[in-house]
């Protein structure tokens, strides 16, 4: 059974910083491309980062050198690593991916900045 199961979010203000997990289990995540996505209030999803089985990491013109996208194989976990955080982050953040042609997203977490 494929699972993925955020954490890490939280309320900060402008310039925090916060790390975000994704848990999975069901698959072998370094075998597999993950993405990091987020929905603000009122706005469509939008895909924040991503790296592939290769490692190959990608990221939102938005977030780029702000955020850090990584995972670990022993706790096969996905990061993100989001530094200087403005207003236009807040949103819910979900993990994601594409496993034996289903796709799957967890339950997401709450980031919310304040100024």
């Known amino acids: 059974l494929v699972e993925l199961v955020e954490s890490g979010g939280g309320s900060v203000q402008t310039g925090g910083s916060l790390r975000l997990s994704c848990a999975a289990s069901?698959?072998?995540?370094?075998?597999?491309?993950m993405a990091w996505y987020r929905q603000a209030p009122g706005n469509e999803c939008e895909l924040v980062s991503s790296?592939?089985?290769?490692?190959?990491?990608r990221y939102a013109e938005s977030v780029k050198g702000r955020f850090s996208i990584s995972r670990t194989n022993a706790k096969n976990t996905l990061y993100l690593q989001m530094n200087s955080l403005g207003t236009d982050d807040t949103g819910v953040y979900y993990c994601?991916?594409?496993?034996?042609?289903?796709?799957?997203r967890g339950q997401g977490t709450q980031v919310t900045v304040s100024s």
């Open positions: 069901g698959f072998i995540l370094f075998e597999t491309d």
């Open positions: 994601a991916t594409a496993y034996n042609a289903e796709k799957f």
């Open positions: 790296i592939d089985s290769d490692g190959i990491t």
